[in-house]
């Protein structure tokens, strides 16, 4: 298994385990996109990236019987053995701590909702519960939507965790929080599933969503002769800053959430786990902390939002990002 990729979702597909070529973005239905790579030949897949949102989506997408056999395959082979590891960041609780900071502001209430959605057995939701339980928050409810797993416990009292295969199962709550943490790029349509998301989210409720940005990567290897990993059909998308600041202001706007953070993601692997893989990752982002959106190189960007009025404003890097993104 690839410790960067601890979830391959690698399969060449045939022409009848595909969809007949998008003509328009998946996301903002833009017509104008350009050929930015290719992901697999004969048949021909590509990632197209649109020139007015900047998302990259292949061309075709999986039927959703590949999509079902290539899930089917995770859940019941070895990739998702009881000793494997079934999200895809290492230290869980240091992502946990990374998470509850951005959800601070909710610690004083006495009961919370938490969704995760596409979060594995809810690891994540769970660890960041466990904290919202320590600073004195009475009840908290953890829904976990994924497909074909069984959830976390937690013995903690105060902790209520359920689980569903569909949002539309639970279409009916509210949710102070809702993740989306590596999923929304393995979605065939990603706009519909945010929208539907966040209008799950309470007034003031706070919305995460990590997501690859591995295209520049892609563009500099191609250069060199050198493919770069693109785990298709797992992913079909690779959604950068551009993107998330242009989703929030033009295509989600009736979802009254707006950005409160936007920046590189989280570094997966830590010190303790992987000090080289740790070491290059957090090397390779740190130029954006002094060029923003002129440097491309991130790996991955996570969006902090939150719903209703008087919210932060992203800082000055991510303000600046009206520019072209590679």
């Known amino acids: 298994m690839n410790a960067l990729f601890p979830f391959n979702g690698l399969m060449h597909l045939a022409d009848d385990q595909l969809l007949p070529a998008m003509n328009c973005c998946p996301l903002c239905r833009g017509q104008k996109r350009r050929l930015a790579a290719w992901v697999q030949r004969n048949p021909e897949v590509s990632l197209l990236q649109c020139a007015h949102c900047r998302a990259a989506s292949v061309s075709r997408m999986p039927s959703q019987d590949a999509l079902a056999a290539l899930y089917r395959d995770f859940y019941d082979g070895e990739a998702h053995s009881d000793t494997a590891s079934h999200i895809t960041f290492g230290d869980v609780n240091r992502f946990g701590n990374h998470l509850i900071r951005h959800f601070a502001p909710l610690a004083n209430r006495?009961?919370?909702?938490?969704?995760?959605?596409?979060?594995?057995?809810?690891?994540v939701a769970l660890n960041v519960a466990e904290k919202f339980s320590g600073l004195g928050v009475e009840n908290i409810a953890v829904?976990?939507?994924?497909?074909?797993e069984e959830p976390a416990?937690?013995?903690?009292?105060?902790?209520?965790?359920t689980r569903a295969d569909t949002l539309n199962e639970v279409e009916a709550f509210f949710f102070d929080i809702v993740i989306a943490s590596g999923?929304?790029?393995h979605v065939p349509n990603p706009l519909e599933t945010l929208s539907a998301l966040l209008a799950r989210l309470k007034k003031s409720g706070y919305f995460y969503a990590?997501?690859?940005?591995?295209l520049p990567y892609m563009r500099l290897s191609g250069k060199n002769a050198v493919p770069w990993f693109f785990p298709f059909p797992a992913h079909l998308h690779d959604l950068g800053q551009y993107f998330w600041e242009y989703c929030f202001a033009h295509l989600l706007p009736e979802s009254g959430c707006h950005i409160v953070?936007?920046?590189p993601a989280i570094v997966q692997s830590s010190f303790g786990e992987n000090w080289k893989v740790a070491l290059a990752s957090h090397l390779a982002k740190a130029p954006w902390h002094v060029l923003g959106k002129y440097y491309p190189y991130v790996g991955g960007w996570e969006v902090l939002?939150?719903?209703g009025e008087g919210l932060c404003?992203?800082?000055e890097k991510t303000r600046k990002s009206s520019g072209g993104e590679g």
């Not at 990590?210 to 591995?214: G, I, L």
């Open 210 to 214: 990590r997501t690859p940005h591995v």
């Open 143 to 148: 829904c976990i939507v994924d497909y074909h």
């Open 183 to 185: 999923v929304i790029e």
């Open 153 to 161: 416990k937690s013995s903690d009292s105060r902790i209520e965790v």
């Open 261 to 263: 953070r936007s920046r």
């Open 313 to 315: 404003v992203p800082n």
């Open 110 to 123: 006495e009961t919370l909702r938490i969704l995760d959605f596409g979060g594995g057995d809810g690891t």
């Open 305 to 307: 939002a939150r719903k």
